[in-house]
Nanobody, 123 residues
Framework: QVHLVESGGGLVQTGDSLRLSCADS????????MAWFRQAPGKEREFVAA???????YYSDSVKGRFAISRGNARNTMYLQMGSLKPEDTAVYYC?????????????????WGQGTQVTVSS
């Protein structure tokens, strides 16, 4: 059973960096595709970054060049290194995973989700 838990969120200032972690305590997601999504108040959940089981990586245009997604050596952990943070990055960040994801940017393909971690960027 996949059980995802995010950590690392917090309150930072514009321009700061932050690293989010996502751990699968069920230790079954090693072969899964994984991704980060975020949801700001009053907005829909949006794609941030994804990493396939084969290592392919994708980013949304809004974070490309500022964020970096990676997996741990154990492959059942995932990270999001966030840099040059902006107030518009403020949101609850969720990690997601699934064994077969056809559209990496679409939340509907991911069956397993964490509870989310709040990131707040002050101006």
């Amino acid at each position: 059973q996949v059980h995802l838990v995010e950590s690392g969120g917090g309150l930072v200032q514009t321009g700061d960096s932050l690293r989010l972690s996502c751990a699968d305590s069920g230790r079954t997601s090693g072969r899964f595709d994984m991704a980060w999504f975020r949801q700001a108040p009053g907005k829909e959940r949006e794609f941030v970054a994804a990493i396939r089981s084969d290592g392919r990586i994708y980013y949304s245009d809004s974070v490309k060049g500022r964020f970096a997604i990676s997996r741990g050596n154990a492959r059942n952990t995932m990270y999001l290194q966030m840099g040059s943070l902006k107030p518009e990055d403020t949101a609850v960040y969720y990690c997601a995973a699934d064994e077969r994801v056809y559209e990496y940017y679409a939340a509907k393909w991911y069956d397993f989700w964490g509870q989310g971690t709040q990131v707040t960027v002050s101006s």
